[in-house]
């Protein structure tokens, strides 16, 4: 038997709760997904708390290294010292050395120390003021080139 009023009442309270159920059903697959947002969240926090951590030890390092740099450089800026040492190396080493003086910034120091070695070298071994085609370099750009 079929009712009306009744059964327009039943069919709506079955689509309420169908509508409940579908609110209900949308409201938590949200809260889930909104978790695993948070989740992924803490994880990239995390992953950048340990970055930046490194970072942070990274640059106490290179300013412990470029300190240590600056000491020695300081000490082999006496007076004597590139005279008497540097022509005694040989012409990868005070590379090396003027490398390292004009990476702290002490080109100077560097000029000194090329200049110095410089000295001592035959016109055929002065490796420092040729360049590959036999003409000379600008110790300017020699420095320029080391500091890269």
Request: charged share 25%.
């Amino acid at each position: 038997m079929h009712i009306p009023f009744v059964s327009d009442a039943l069919y709506r309270r079955k689509l309420r709760r169908e509508l409940i159920n579908a609110a209900h059903h949308d409201y938590y697959r949200a809260l889930n997904e909104n978790e695993a947002l948070h989740a992924e969240l803490r994880a990239l926090r995390e992953q950048s708390t340990q970055v930046l951590k490194a970072g942070a030890d990274m640059m106490a390092e290179n300013t412990a290294i470029t300190q240590a740099a600056l000491d020695l450089a300081n000490a082999f800026a006496k007076s004597g010292s590139a005279f008497d040492i540097a022509p005694s190396l040989t012409c990868f080493e005070v590379d090396a050395m003027a490398r390292l003086f004009a990476a702290v910034g002490r080109t100077d120091l560097a000029r000194k120390w090329l200049e110095d070695h410089a000295t001592e070298d035959t016109e055929a071994a002065y490796l420092h003021g040729i360049d590959d085609d036999g003409k000379p370099i600008d110790l300017d750009d020699y420095l320029v080139t080391l500091a890269a």
